[in-house]
């Protein structure tokens, strides 16, 4: 079952400079939130939402990992990702 998708949230400082060193558009951590492949959760109030996204030339295929706060109003995205060891974090279905 594919979670519920995260529609109202802000992008911490933080995370903005991480998702620019880290080569990461706003438009995928939307992609992200919007239909997130699955969510795990971290700790109370925050979790980890992921999907798994084709990108760059040539195209290869990431995981991003979008990591918010969602004990608060609007949620908030703390950092995010992506990273190429998708079998490092990818969760099976029981």
Same mark, same amino acid.
């Given at each position: 079952m594919k979670p519920d998708p995260v529609a109202d949230y802000?992008?911490?400082?933080?995370?903005r400079f991480e998702m620019n060193r880290r080569g990461l558009t706003e438009d995928a951590v939307r992609l992200v939130l919007s239909s997130p492949e699955q969510r795990i959760d971290i700790r109370p109030g925050r979790v980890v939402?992921?999907? &798994?996204?084709t990108m760059d030339e040539p195209?290869?295929?990431? /995981?991003? &990992?979008? /990591?918010?706060d969602i004990d &608060? %109003?609007?949620?908030?995205?703390?950092t995010a990702y992506r990273t190429s060891k998708i079998s490092k974090y990818? &969760? %099976?279905?029981?």
């Open positions: 802000v992008i911490s400082e933080h995370a939402f992921q999907s &798994r996204i195209a290869k295929t990431y /995981l991003v &990992r979008v /990591l918010v &608060r %109003e609007p949620a908030e995205v703390v990818w &969760r %099976e279905e029981p």
